[in-house]
């Protein structure tokens, strides 16, 4: 599944519980849009973080290798760390 596919499924997921709130008359139209860009923001922030960190962890292992290790060794190592 690509990443593409996933967002949109959260989008509207986000979508629907707007409305839903709106319907129901606990959020206004405005207010659900900002809500959901809210939460959206959030997850996309912490998705950043933990690709950074996860980069990181890749560049850290691969220094740790000798030269000329191939991409099946480094993701080996990766796996047991």
Same mark, same amino acid.
């Not at 997921?13 to 707007?18: D, R």
């Not at 839903?20 to 959901?36: D, P």
């Given at each position: 599944? $690509? ?9 509207? +997921? #986000? %979508?629907? =519980? ?9 959020? $206004? ?9 809210? +939460? #959206? %923001?959030? =997850? ?38």
């Amino acid at each position: 599944m $690509s990443m593409e596919f996933i967002w949109a499924i959260i989008r509207h +997921i #986000l %979508a629907a =519980i707007g409305t839903s709130l709106a319907t129901n008359g606990y959020l $206004s139209e405005s207010q659900g849009q900002g809500f959901g860009g809210a +939460i #959206l %923001a959030v =997850i996309m922030l912490g998705w950043s973080i933990y690709q950074k960190a996860t980069q990181q962890k890749e560049v850290d292992v691969a220094l740790q290798l000798p030269p000329n290790t191939s991409r099946e060794q480094l993701a080996k190592e990766l796996k047991l760390r």
